[in-house]
């Protein structure tokens, strides 16, 4: 029989991916996997199987029906070993279109937050029951602010676009992207030395991880903010904690973080300058409508045997 599995949601309910399943006579379940082997034990003879944040491993892939297809809920597709389900001919599709405008909205709010240093004048009033606008320091206005956007993709652009109205001066560095209107594409050392704040846009892949590191930190401008609402692995997160406390960067907001959830000892969670959300920079009610309903019918598509909209091969995800 037909078997149609999601290892792991974050959604209220699963209705489009059940439709799916009950249209093509399939068996259907619902699991709540986070380690190897209840993901294994889950996706047992499956032809279909939803995946969030569950590992799909080799071990994994080895246990679905033969032709399966994977279809990750999201962009990125890092916890899924794209290699080992190309040699078992399993596909593996994501849903890149979801919530593109979601997580710009989600950035740029980090952003201004950060660059008006909100944070840091509620905990001063808090703390000490008022303060002057100048104790905390110079604000540029937004005109003479630099933003540095690390990748270029669907997410990079749109948060281009909402940067524009506020005029701020905007540098990219990915070395796939063509020129767009009003972006300096850059070296990433030049973008790190010259812009107010860096926001992260780039795939997890073994040549990006750590990108900002230790000496990335020491290259930026200092007093430089950072926004990270791409893939924890991006940062090295002792790094930034000591990047932070010696000044260099004045101040983060990180949306993702590896491991994740956020390790309990993480030297980030004793610093005020660091601003937290819960891997929250997707959600809406309009993007997860429209990244299950997407998801779904890619599952149609591959019940159906018809060419999946947006298959994947290589390793990373945007």
Same mark, same amino acid.
């Given at each position: 029989m037909t078997r149609v599995v999601v290892t792991d949601h974050a959604f209220g309910g @699963?209705? &489009? !991916? /059940? /439709? @799916? /399943? !009950?249209?093509? #006579? &399939? !068996?259907?379940? @619902?699991? *709540?996997?986070? #380690?190897e082997d209840e993901t294994i034990r889950a996706v047992a003879g499956a032809d279909v199987a939803f995946v969030n944040f569950a590992p799909v491993t080799d071990a994994v892939l080895a246990a679905m029906a033969p032709g399966a297809t994977v279809i990750r809920y999201g962009i990125g597709y890092d916890n899924v070993d794209v290699a080992a389900a190309e040699a078992r001919g399993i596909s593996v599709a994501t849903v890149p279109d979801y919530g593109s405008d979601t997580v710009a909205d989600h950035t740029v709010a980090l952003l201004l937050t950060l660059l008006r240093k909100i944070p840091a004048y509620d905990r001063r009033i808090r703390e000490t029951g008022w303060c002057a606008p100048s104790d905390l320091g110079s604000i540029p206005g937004f005109a003479d602010t630099t933003v540095g956007l690390v990748g270029l993709g669907r997410i990079g652009l749109a948060v281009r676009r909402r940067l524009a109205a506020f005029g701020f001066r905007v540098l990219a560095h990915d070395p796939y992207a063509e020129s &767009? *209107?009003?972006i300096t594409l850059t070296d990433l050392d030049t973008l790190l030395c010259e812009s107010h704040a860096v926001s992260l846009h780039a795939p997890l892949t073994p040549q990006t991880r750590h990108l900002l590191g230790s000496a990335a930190f020491a290259r930026m401008r200092e007093g430089a903010v950072l926004v990270n609402t791409s893939r924890g692995g991006l940062v090295d997160h002792d790094a930034l904690a000591d990047a932070v406390r010696a000044g260099r960067v004045a101040a983060a907001a990180l949306d993702v973080f *590896?491991? !994740?959830?956020l390790a309990a000892d993480s030297p980030l969670r004793e610093l005020p300058q660091i601003l937290f959300t819960p891997h929250a920079a997707f959600y809406s009610d309009s993007s997860l409508a429209a990244l299950q309903r997407l998801a779904a019918e890619e599952a149609e598509r591959a019940l159906a045997g018809k060419p999946l909209r947006c298959p994947v091969t290589g390793g990373g995800g945007r």
């Amino acid at each position: 029989m037909t078997r149609v599995v999601v290892t792991d949601h974050a959604f209220g309910g @699963v209705a &489009a !991916e /059940a /439709a @799916v /399943a !009950e249209r093509f #006579g &399939a !068996e259907f379940s @619902v699991h *709540d996997c986070r #380690g190897e082997d209840e993901t294994i034990r889950a996706v047992a003879g499956a032809d279909v199987a939803f995946v969030n944040f569950a590992p799909v491993t080799d071990a994994v892939l080895a246990a679905m029906a033969p032709g399966a297809t994977v279809i990750r809920y999201g962009i990125g597709y890092d916890n899924v070993d794209v290699a080992a389900a190309e040699a078992r001919g399993i596909s593996v599709a994501t849903v890149p279109d979801y919530g593109s405008d979601t997580v710009a909205d989600h950035t740029v709010a980090l952003l201004l937050t950060l660059l008006r240093k909100i944070p840091a004048y509620d905990r001063r009033i808090r703390e000490t029951g008022w303060c002057a606008p100048s104790d905390l320091g110079s604000i540029p206005g937004f005109a003479d602010t630099t933003v540095g956007l690390v990748g270029l993709g669907r997410i990079g652009l749109a948060v281009r676009r909402r940067l524009a109205a506020f005029g701020f001066r905007v540098l990219a560095h990915d070395p796939y992207a063509e020129s &767009a *209107d009003g972006i300096t594409l850059t070296d990433l050392d030049t973008l790190l030395c010259e812009s107010h704040a860096v926001s992260l846009h780039a795939p997890l892949t073994p040549q990006t991880r750590h990108l900002l590191g230790s000496a990335a930190f020491a290259r930026m401008r200092e007093g430089a903010v950072l926004v990270n609402t791409s893939r924890g692995g991006l940062v090295d997160h002792d790094a930034l904690a000591d990047a932070v406390r010696a000044g260099r960067v004045a101040a983060a907001a990180l949306d993702v973080f *590896d491991p !994740e959830p956020l390790a309990a000892d993480s030297p980030l969670r004793e610093l005020p300058q660091i601003l937290f959300t819960p891997h929250a920079a997707f959600y809406s009610d309009s993007s997860l409508a429209a990244l299950q309903r997407l998801a779904a019918e890619e599952a149609e598509r591959a019940l159906a045997g018809k060419p999946l909209r947006c298959p994947v091969t290589g390793g990373g995800g945007r």
